[in-house]
């Protein structure tokens, strides 16, 4: 299971897959980056960013096993995440905020499964994730209201971007505490009707 960094691991790994496939003949000025919520307020001219808004605990696969080490001990369940996170194409003129946006979510679809050797590819940790691990992608697309709450949240102080949704699914967080295992019992002994000792 994946160590406390797989938030930040699967962020950059995400923005990094689009930074390495980018067609430099075409988006010569494009950037990409992981957003915060000030970054709206002086948003990029060209390029994709990344916003992470919202993180839950996946109801879907809550109740995992204890992890078993190689050594064999047993740890707690490792918590399963799902990220959900804002992708936005900016543009100066219409024309490259679509085309952007176009490539981007192909790209993407190409890579809906990102293998542990990406996400340990870009952050300054590169074990976060164990070798079998892997994060699945999907676009999964805000209602209109919920999507207009979001960017009334974000207060961008120019045009809002084009947008889409994706989850970030099956980031399981592993624990360090360890399950300890006691013997069953054998006996019980009740002491019903004596008093207070004196």
């Given at each position: ?18 930074r390495r496939a ?46 078993v080490t190689t ?9 399963p995440l799902d ?116």
């Amino acid at each position: 299971m994946a160590t406390y960094a797989a938030i930040a691991a699967t962020s950059e790994a995400i923005i990094g897959l689009l930074r390495r496939a980018r067609p430099k003949d075409e988006f010569t000025k494009a950037e990409f980056v992981v957003y915060q919520g000030d970054n709206f307020e002086s948003p990029m001219n060209e390029g994709i960013s990344l916003y992470l808004y919202r993180v839950t605990i996946s109801a879907a696969r809550r109740n995992l096993p204890p992890t078993v080490t190689t050594d064999g001990r047993r740890l707690r369940p490792p918590l399963p995440l799902d990220l959900h996170y804002l992708l936005s194409a900016w543009g100066q003129a219409y024309d490259t905020q679509h085309r952007l946006l176009g490539w981007a979510m192909r790209e993407l679809e190409n890579t809906p499964i990102i293998p542990a050797g990406v996400l340990n590819s870009t952050g300054p940790e590169n074990d976060v994730f164990r070798a079998e691990e892997t994060v699945e992608l999907i676009c999964d697309p805000l209602p209109l209201a919920d999507m207009l709450s979001l960017w009334e949240t974000l207060k961008p102080k120019s045009n809002r971007p084009l947008s889409v949704n994706y989850v970030a699914r099956m980031v399981a967080v592993e624990s360090r505490v360890e399950l300890h295992e006691y013997a069953p019992v054998q006996t019980r002994a009740f002491d019903y009707g004596k008093g207070p000792q004196s």
